[in-house]
């Protein structure tokens, strides 16, 4: 796994990527809902996805990517993994740390593949978007096997859903993670 030697702090504005023009290769395409399947098979990486390197590790589901020279949040769909920064206490959630360790792991320093679904942003301003290292691991999927996410239906961006679904299933059954909190 390369990780990134020194990380430069980022600057405190990056792009607005809601205000992209729709067919901006930096924000993806759009893909139309007929084009779109739900099923538990396991999906692949679309050769449509966008390369991006990952440059920074926000928390759990969250990373920031350079992509033609800006940078980007962008935001898993599919999986919300624990506060880096509880409101109530100010600080982590239970398995904050781990969700974000293994975030690093994944993606810090590599090329990524960002597939979008329906929305482009959310309300934050992030991309939403799958992301793929390798073009062979989703890295929501990947964060849910291991316990370090659980799997929410964010409408109407559900394309994966059927597949994340059944990967949290089998992390809850064997306890892993978040599960293993669980009465």
Request: charged share 25%; glycine share 6%.
């Amino acid at each position: 796994m390369h990780f990134l030697p020194s990380m430069r702090p980022l600057p405190t504005s990056y792009v607005d990527a809601c205000h992209l023009a729709p067919n901006d290769h930096r924000s993806g395409s759009r893909h139309p809902r007929s084009d779109l399947a739900s099923s538990k098979a396991e999906p692949t990486c679309p050769s449509s996805a966008t390369p991006a390197r990952a440059l920074k590790v926000v928390d759990g589901d969250t990373i920031v990517v350079g992509l033609g020279g800006k940078l980007f949040r962008v935001r898993y769909i599919g999986i919300d993994a624990p506060e880096m920064h509880d409101p109530a206490t100010g600080r982590p959630e239970p398995y904050a740390r781990s969700a974000k360790f293994a975030n690093e792991r994944l993606t810090l320093g590599r090329i990524v593949y960002l597939e979008p679904d329906v929305s482009d942003c959310d309300r934050h301003s992030r991309l939403l978007r799958y992301v793929w290292v390798d073009k062979e691991t989703m890295v929501s999927a990947e964060l849910a096997r291991l316990g370090y996410a659980r799997v929410n239906r964010y409408e109407p961006d559900t394309r994966h859903q059927s597949f994340l679904e059944a990967i949290e299933k089998e992390a809850r059954s064997a306890r892993r993670g978040i599960w293993a909190l669980a009465h």
